[in-house]
């Protein structure tokens, strides 16, 4: 299951990167450019490129579909508790951490918070929505040779 | 401004390429290559959180449909074509554009912004934020309930592709369900 | 104003895609160029004459940064739409699935034919 030999050992070197230049895009996403979004997919495509090289059980492995589930829901309820804590300030959504020093990595608020709840939200729904489209489509694939042999027998 | 024509003209190419052919797997692939020029574009627009952002975009696009294609195991598309609906599309398209040009003369010349409301972003963000990304300012500073809104928009969206894609119905229960989601 | 029409030629490809092809997938591309068209109409508005991107560094002049860098408001904006044309594209390709999984074939004439 997955591919040759070559495609393995290759992502093996490579994946460490992959992970690392994705959590740099979050988390310095207030000092170049980037933010959660980006990051966040590049994460997924990581984990995308273990499943295609490895096989799905390998992948699902790693980062099961319940744990997935709870990484999902557990992002968009952090990027919505953060902005119910602007009420602490007074309005919705206020950035009340206040500006710190600028070009630090300590600064801006909570934007480096958000960044992370958007990523890890990111990266889960992604990579989960990938395994359901694979999953479906072997699917089809065996429905169809089914039909197929129900043809070749009936005739 | 040389190289934003000649990048145009190719993505402009690539689409007819995309549209015209009779193999799904080139259309997908020609999709691909517009996409990729078209962060390149947006590199020499200024504009690198974009440019990042559709390249990431675009990968994913691209593995996606693949995997839809080649799940459908037909690679080409032999029906006869329906002149009607092409010539009145035609018909209708081109007069969409002739009187949109005009709409087009009313807009400022290329290269000169009108930035009225972005100035006193980029004035004052730097002290009142405190980031010095300016987009990611606005977007999780001035604007951030922009940004809630769309991580629900993507939240929901996922949500259904995930229940579309299920394996039983509701009708039958009796199918085996090993491996479905809880 | 060539350059503004030559993206809106790119828009109207998109929607001729669209409309008169009869292949699911090939209406799916159609969507995915119109989307690459309207995000670049969107960033070719804001943007000004050899100016720089927005981001500031530590020795930057405060008030030369601020005439010279192009306009950051539509890249937010444009961030937000690429992000949604995923999510939408996802759930096209998963309806395009089951309908292909129910009638066994792509073509919109055939499947409006048939009455399930």
């Known amino acids: 299951m997955g591919m040759s030999l070559i495609v393995k050992k290759v992502t093996q070197f490579v994946i460490g990167l992959i992970f690392l230049f994705g959590i740099?895009?979050?988390?310095?996403?207030?000092?170049?450019?980037?933010?959660?979004?980006?990051?966040?997919?590049?994460?997924?495509?990581?984990?995308?490129?273990?499943?295609?090289?490895?096989?799905?059980?390998?992948?699902?492995?790693?980062?099961?579909?319940?744990?997935?589930?709870i990484m999902d829901s557990s992002g968009a309820l952090g990027f919505l508790a953060i902005a119910m804590l602007g009420y602490v300030g007074g309005v919705f959504f206020l950035n009340f951490l206040g500006p710190g020093d600028a070009f630090h990595l300590k600064s801006a608020g909570f934007i480096i918070f958000a960044n992370i709840a958007i990523g890890v939200k990111i990266l889960s729904s992604v990579f989960i929505v990938f395994v359901s489209l694979v999953l479906f489509g072997r699917l089809i694939d065996e429905s169809l040779n089914d039909s197929e042999e129900e043809e070749n027998n009936s005739l | 401004m040389l190289i934003f024509y000649m990048l145009l003209g190719i993505m402009i190419l690539g689409s007819i390429v995309a549209i015209e052919t009779r193999n799904l797997l080139s259309s997908v692939i020609s999709v691909g290559i517009v996409g990729y020029i078209l962060s390149i574009l947006f590199l020499m627009l200024g504009a690198p959180d974009i440019a990042i952002t559709q390249v990431v975009v675009e990968i994913l696009v691209l593995v996606v449909l693949i995997r839809a294609t080649i799940s459908a195991d037909n690679t080409a598309i032999e029906k006869h074509r329906d002149t009607f609906a092409v010539v009145a599309s035609l018909v209708f398209l081109g007069l969409f554009f002739v009187f949109a040009s005009y709409a087009f003369l009313e807009m400022p010349q290329f290269g000169e912004s009108l930035l009225q409301t972005s100035q006193h972003y980029l004035d004052n963000g730097l002290a009142e934020t405190g980031a010095s990304n300016m987009v990611t300012a606005i977007l999780l500073d001035y604007r951030a309930y922009d940004t809630l809104g769309e991580a629900t928009v993507i939240f929901v969206s996922i949500l259904g592709a995930i229940v579309l894609l299920r394996r039983t119905g509701r009708k039958r229960g009796c199918k085996s369900k090993e491996g479905t989601g809880k | 104003m060539t350059i503004y029409l030559m993206c809106f030629f790119l828009f109207l490809m998109g929607l001729y895609c669209l409309i008169a092809k009869k292949h699911l997938i090939k209406k799916i591309i159609g969507l995915v160029i119109l989307e690459y068209a309207i995000n670049l109409f969107l960033i070719l508005i804001g943007y000004r004459e050899g100016g720089i991107p927005p981001i500031l560094f530590k020795d930057m002049d405060q008030l030369a940064f601020s005439q010279q860098s192009v306009d950051p408001l539509p890249q937010a904006l444009v961030l937000t739409s690429i992000v949604i044309g995923l999510g939408v594209l996802i759930m096209m390709v998963s309806i395009a699935l089951r309908l292909y999984e129910k009638y066994k074939t792509f073509d919109t004439s055939e499947i409006s034919r048939l009455k399930g």
């Open chain 1, 24 to 69: 740099y895009i979050i988390l310095f996403g207030h000092l170049t450019p980037g933010g959660g979004f980006p990051g966040g997919i590049i994460l997924a495509c990581g984990f995308i490129l273990v499943m295609l090289a490895f096989g799905k059980d390998k992948a699902l492995g790693k980062m099961s579909r319940y744990v997935a589930h």
